[in-house]
């Protein structure tokens, strides 16, 4: 995939900020793992365990259980019913 010419080779950062410009958790861009990497939309949440719960009592699965990222927060990935993957994101700055 070409962006404005140049090829991804490497990962992009979005660093966005508040309304009071202290830095928000954001995302990024970067290369496949492997041809069959999709897309993955996050949902931020108050509690990872809780939408997790929900997830499987509405008959979705939890493809990737809950996972730290050191000093960002907690994700998770489920699968719904009609077989679409995202993730879960709480923010939590003392995730070790």
């Known amino acids: 995939m070409e962006i404005h010419g140049d090829r ?3 990962l992009f950062l979005v660093e966005p900020r508040a309304l009071d410009s202290s830095p928000v958790v954001g995302g990024g861009l970067g290369k496949r793992g ?7 939309n996050y949902i ?9 719960e929900r997830v499987i009592s509405l ?4 493809t990737l259980k809950k ?3 050191p000093g960002f927060g907690h994700l998770a990935h489920c699968m719904g019913t009609e ?5 879960l994101w709480q ?3 003392a995730a070790r």
Do not use: C, H, K, W
């Open 8 to 10: 991804i080779s490497r």
């Open 34 to 40: 492997a041809p069959e990497q999709r897309i993955m």
């Open 44 to 52: 931020g949440v108050a509690s990872i365990d809780g939408y997790v």
């Open 59 to 62: 008959g979705g699965t939890l």
């Open 67 to 69: 996972t730290a990222v």
């Open 83 to 87: 077989g679409n993957a995202f993730g």
């Open 91 to 93: 923010e939590d700055p």
